[in-house]
């Protein structure tokens, strides 16, 4: 499935690609744990190693396709 981002999102996922450290913020309903979700894939497809976690465990149980624990 190919996600429509907002160029906020695309900006997002190109600076999380590149290996920037990245601050995602933003209301309710934004698309953040899209943008998370899809650097996920990314991230995996391309063999890399890494630690997700979240602020509260309702956010955690949202990410996917792999565990997320809270901080």
Do not use: H, Y
Request: one cysteine or more; charged letters at 25%.
């Amino acid at each position: 499935m190919q996600l429509q981002f907002s160029d906020d999102q695309r900006a997002a996922m190109t600076a999380l690609e590149s290996g920037k450290n990245v601050f995602l913020t933003g209301k309710a309903g934004t698309g953040k744990t899209c943008v998370l979700n899809e650097f996920i894939r990314w991230a995996l497809d391309e063999e890399k190693n890494l630690i997700v976690c979240a602020s509260t465990g309702a956010a955690a149980q949202r990410i996917e396709p792999i565990k997320a624990t809270t901080i």
